[in-house]
């Protein structure tokens, strides 16, 4: 792989064309269906079950976490089991204070307004949600100049879910918003499993179950990343061992993939090489890092380092990030103390939030 940018890697979690169009066949529909996170699963369905006995709409909902872990299904699937329309927008596709009006004037009692990406609205576009969060109402000047006036208009009650990989960067007002707020982990080996092995039915297509298993290992542990590779696996069997995935066919295919036993992929290895080998192992900052390979500190932190730091290859310190002696290991690489560089000491500088820049 080149050493450029690299925005379509097998591995992102970050929607691709492909996934899009994919979505509406591979989301599960119902909380039955969704696999892993069982914690959240209950909590929610407690959530729905009461709202649903009260007769009333949802609380707002904020799912936050990792990119691909399922925070837009989880949206879809709630619409579903509350019997309510969802609409779906993004911080960034509401621009302008009039645009979201627009869309709160068409909401209907109890539908849901799905928000992506919701650490990204503008501030205009904030200052209009909180008062129709709080008491489902829009205040809009009507006119211009001296005879401008203040209206209020009266909302149905409608529910917000909003989704963040970023929980740091919402602004306090906002997050005081969502009555209930959940934090979407990685998923579990056995959880990612099944994902894959119902990914292939879905697609029809025969995968053994030591196969699955395979590609399961290397999806780091996120749904999107698990049914691309079944995906790229699927082309692999079919072209080059008559269709059948088994852990033979996986293992050839992911490895041509350059995506390695613990599914990491060129550019994770790019960052540990990087913080490794320009910075004697760190603590450098995420800019620097992002500059000396040419990426987007954004890419870095949302695809990179979540699943780097989950597997204790990284640390996140008060001065930088810090490559821990498991990724020396698993890179095969040796620790050299660079001049005026204290040796990697994991632990010794105290770990600052994790969802600080
Ligand atoms: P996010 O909004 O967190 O980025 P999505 O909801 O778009 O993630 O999910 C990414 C992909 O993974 C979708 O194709 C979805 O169908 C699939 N997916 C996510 N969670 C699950 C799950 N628990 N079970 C099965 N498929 C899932």
């Known amino acids: 792989m ?16 492909e996934d899009k169009r994919l979505a509406g066949v591979l989301r599960p529909q119902r909380l039955l269906e969704f696999t892993g996170q069982e914690k959240l699963k209950t909590n929610l369905a ?43 927008t993004a911080g960034p596709a509401i621009e302008r204070a009039g645009d979201l009006a627009a869309i709160l004037t068409n909401m209907r009692a109890g539908d849901i307004l799905f928000i992506d990406e919701v650490h990204r609205l503008g501030r205009a576009v904030e200052e209009i949600l909180y008062p129709a969060m709080e008491d489902f109402v829009l205040d809009i000047i009507v006119g211009k100049g001296p005879g401008a006036k203040n209206v209020r208009l009266k909302l149905p009650r409608f529910t917000v879910i909003g989704a963040t990989t970023r929980l740091a960067l919402l602004t306090a ?63 692999y069997a079919q072209v080059r061992a ?67 730091l989950q597997l204790g290859f990284l640390e996140r310190t008060a001065r930088g990030r810090v490559a821990t002696p498991h990724a020396y290991k698993h890179l095969g690489l040796t620790a050299v103390s660079a001049p005026n560089t204290p040796p990697i000491q994991p632990g010794l500088f105290s770990p600052s939030s994790p969802d600080e820049a």
């Not at 080149?2 to 064309?17: G, L």
């Not at 934090?183 to 099944?194: H, K, L, N, S, V």
């Not at 990914?199 to 297509?205: E, T, W």
Request: proline share 6%; hydrophobic share 45%; net charge negative.
């Open 242 to 308: 008559e269709g059948q995935i088994d852990v033979e066919t996986a293992v050839a295919a992911l490895n041509l993939l350059e995506i390695d036993n613990l599914g990491l992929d060129d550019l994770d290895r790019r960052v540990l090489r990087a913080i490794i080998e320009k910075f004697g192992g760190g603590p450098v900052g995420l800019d620097t890092i992002a500059a000396s390979i040419s990426e987007e500190p954004d890419t870095i932190m949302d695809v990179v380092e979540p699943y780097l």
């Open 2 to 17: 080149s050493n450029q940018a690299t925005p379509d890697r097998f591995i992102s979690p970050k929607q691709q064309s």
């Open 46 to 88: 407690i959530l729905i079950e009461a709202a649903q006995g009260r007769q009333e709409p949802l609380d707002h909902i904020l799912f936050h976490g990792p990119p691909g872990l399922g925070k837009t299904t989880l949206a879809h699937v709630v619409a579903n089991e509350m019997n309510v329309n969802i609409r779906i």
């Open 173 to 235: 007002p906002l997050r005081a918003r969502f009555g209930a707020a959940y934090r979407m982990d990685f998923y579990e080996q056995a959880a990612i499993e099944q994902i894959v092995l119902r990914g292939a039915s879905i697609f029809d297509v025969p995968v053994a179950t030591d196969g699955a298993s395979e590609i399961a290992r290397r999806a780091r542990g996120t749904p999107r990343v698990a049914l691309r590779l079944l995906r790229r696996v699927r082309d």
